[in-house]
């Protein structure tokens, strides 16, 4: 056996499809066998996996028991000359096993070797070659000095970026998302240690090979796709903990006398520096954003209020009403509409700040507009103050995002086309795959390298570059039935940068893709999206049920005509105005398959459970319609039609 190759997973079971499927393939031409190792994974990974890769060695924990730990599972039963420890949101060339292992083939001394890494975007991976931590370099980097000097061979030491990325090197620390290791040097030096549960266990290794008298290579010779901050999500307090204090396990283990107390000194800095960074970015996120734009809001139109009446309109005396009645009132009308716009969401969307703001200006606007002449005041007030606060809002959330404070989303508009990149098979997977997530309409077509007179294709893949620039072409689906996984790792990496990118490997029932290396991978599925389960239909849903709620109570004498028994509608009205019920909910009670929402007045088919007598696999697809393709609208419509049945 010459490799073994372990996987340790946790929830990112489509991810983990596309790398499965990349790694089978890179193991066709040598004796290979694959582990993953399941850390008790709650998004049905178990259930997905199995049947699709029935070559694949399983092992499923009851509890989540730390990377190192279930690497060293794995390893256990492991038969190859060689280990690979591998990442499961990473996809892997056809030929980079076979490399690889020549490469060792023609080392005496090789310990371990580490890859070129690339992002989703196919930016490089810093991460890729490393130094070991030291005191001056986690100073340079809790200075900023390396983001300064990233080619420096002093300042930008823990990254070797004097080092180029495209040659081989001799290096201290390998990253553990691609770390092969010949199993005679693990029997030697022990392999991962299982009291670092997550973070630091390759520096770890790193050094002990190191220490062993073995050398560590970076290999440039072949690239592998990492979506890096899928597998871990990095902007949490959690994380900031598990990874700082690895690097003080680190230091206690390896580091003894002043140096070691230096470099905890450095580290209980950086754990301070980065937990505050953290808070803050929550507390903006949560309720100081929301305080802050109150606050610009308010001190936008004073400013503008005094310049006008200091260089425009220098003979009218503005009533300080304008103060007290008309600022707050927008700023209130802007707050309100930012929340129901998602605004205050995880992730900034700038079309929410220009939706927010247009809206809370029309509503001012045309109150202003109602009143009496003599109470008015200056129109040109509150549009240069609403103008002014809009840009300090939007420059603010800019330097937010610089700071890391905050994480910007890509608006996702009708503007944003997306181009697959297939043969017709895989093309009608992937559109069927991105109908089922309610997003057909983005496809421009495809793009195919066997151009025939009947066929249908854009053009062809060298001609990419030129459709880009022809179409407003915002992301691209490469697919494997058309090109290997190599050569779709190399086309990423000649792309304009800024281009999004998204995988699907013929036969898998997902795509996948990361925007930058610090987001949260992406997925598109044949399971998702449920858009009833965003934060913002969520709150438009309770919104509407509350209004519509109000507006039955409100016109009573109208109710009690119409329905043929009042007192169960206004009960039903009631239960929904005290969030006990929903005026809609799904057809088929429990669904645990679908986003949980509360018990219906009616359900998805507009009418109430009791009436349905529709087969029970129509109503599960009037469910699943409801809640992917979900809007207000969507409820509104149905409670209009259903509205004979309210009093059920």
């Known amino acids: 056996m010459q490799l073994s190759v372990i996987i340790v997973n946790f929830n990112v079971k489509y991810f983990l499809e596309q790398c499965l499927c990349s790694v089978i393939k890179a193991c066709n031409n040598i004796d290979a066998e694959i582990f993953v190792v399941d850390n008790n994974s709650t998004d049905g990974s178990k259930e997905f996996l199995t049947p699709k890769f029935p070559s694949v060695n399983f092992i499923f924990n009851t509890d989540n028991t730390g990377f190192a730990k279930a690497n060293n599972q794995a390893l256990a039963k492991a038969k190859g000359d060689y280990i690979l420890f591998l990442n499961p949101d990473t996809i892997v060339p056809e030929d980079c096993f076979e490399k690889c292992i020549r490469f060792f083939q023609s080392q005496t001394n090789a310990g371990a070797l580490g890859i070129h890494m690339i992002d989703g975007t196919g930016k490089f991976l810093k991460e890729s070659k490393r130094s070991f931590p030291s005191p001056l370099t986690s100073l340079y980097k809790l200075s900023g000095l390396t983001k300064l000097f990233p080619h420096s061979k002093t300042f930008s030491k823990y990254h070797l970026g004097n080092l180029s990325e495209h040659e081989n090197h001799e290096v201290d620390v390998l990253a553990g998302a691609f770390m092969m290791i010949p199993k005679k040097v693990l029997d030697t030096t022990g392999s991962f240690d299982e009291t670092f549960f997550m973070y630091g266990e390759d520096v770890d290794l790193s050094y002990r090979i190191q220490k062993a008298s073995y050398k560590n290579y970076y290999f440039a010779e072949s690239t592998i796709i990492h979506f890096k901050g899928e ?87 503005y009533s300080p009403n304008m103060l007290i009645i008309a600022f707050p009132v927008f700023t209130i009308i802007f707050l309100i509409a930012s929340y129901y716009s998602g605004l205050y969401d995880k992730g900034y969307k700038q079309s929410q700040l220009n939706r927010s703001t247009i809206l809370s200006a029309l509503v ?23 103008v002014m606060a809009f840009i300090v809002m939007s420059l603010l959330r800019r330097l937010f995002i610089e700071w890391n404070l905050l994480n910007r989303i890509d608006d996702d508009n009708g503007y944003r086309q997306t181009i697959i990149v297939a043969a017709e098979n895989d093309f009608k997977t992937v559109t069927e795959i991105m109908h089922n997530a309610g997003m057909t309409e983005k496809v421009l077509g495809r793009i195919d390298n066997n151009l025939t007179s009947s066929s249908k294709a854009l053009g062809s893949l060298q001609q990419i570059n030129h459709l880009i620039k022809m179409y407003p072409v915002k992301e691209i689906i490469f697919c494997e039935d058309i090109l290997s996984f190599k050569e779709i790792i190399a086309a990423v990496q000649q792309l304009p940068a800024g281009m999004l990118n998204k995988f699907h490997a013929s036969g898998s029932s997902s795509i996948i893709g990361s925007d930058n290396k610090n987001a949260s991978g992406k997925y598109v599925s044949i399971n998702n999206k449920y858009t009833i389960a965003d934060a913002v239909n969520k ?41 006990k019920k929903t005026w809609i909910g799904y057809a088929l009670l429990p669904n645990n398959k679908l986003p949980p929402i509360k018990k219906g007045i009616l359900t998805s088919t507009a009418l109430p459970q009791r009436v349905n007598d529709l087969p029970e696999e129509s109503l599960l697809l009037s469910d699943e319609w409801y809640a992917t393709y979900y809007s207000a609208a969507t409820d509104l419509k149905k409670i209009v039609r259903g509205y004979k049945y309210l009093c059920f």
């Open 364 to 386: 001012l606007l045309s109150c202003y507009a109602l009143l009496p002449e003599s109470i008015r005041f200056s129109r040109g007030i509150l549009v240069f103050g609403i």
């Open 539 to 579: 709150r438009n849903k309770n919104l509407l049920d509350v209004i519509a709620a109000v507006v039955f109570i409100l016109s009573f004498p109208v109710h009690l005509v119409l329905q043929k028994k009042p007192l169960q509608f206004f009960k039903n009205t009631f239960s929904v105005l005290f969030r």
């Open 231 to 317: 597998s871990t999500k990095k902007g949490s307090l959690n994380y900031v903990r598990l990874f700082y204090n690895a690097m003080s396990l680190f230091v206690k283990k390896h580091y003894s006398g002043s140096r070691a107390g230096v470099f905890n000194f450095l580290i209980q800095t950086g754990i301070f520096l980065r937990a505050t960074l953290t808070v803050i970015g929550k507390f903006l996120q949560k309720i100081g954003l929301p305080l802050l734009d109150a606050g610009i809001i308010f001190m936008s139109f004073w400013l503008i209020k005094y310049l006008w009446n200091t260089y425009i309109r220098k003979e009218v005396n």
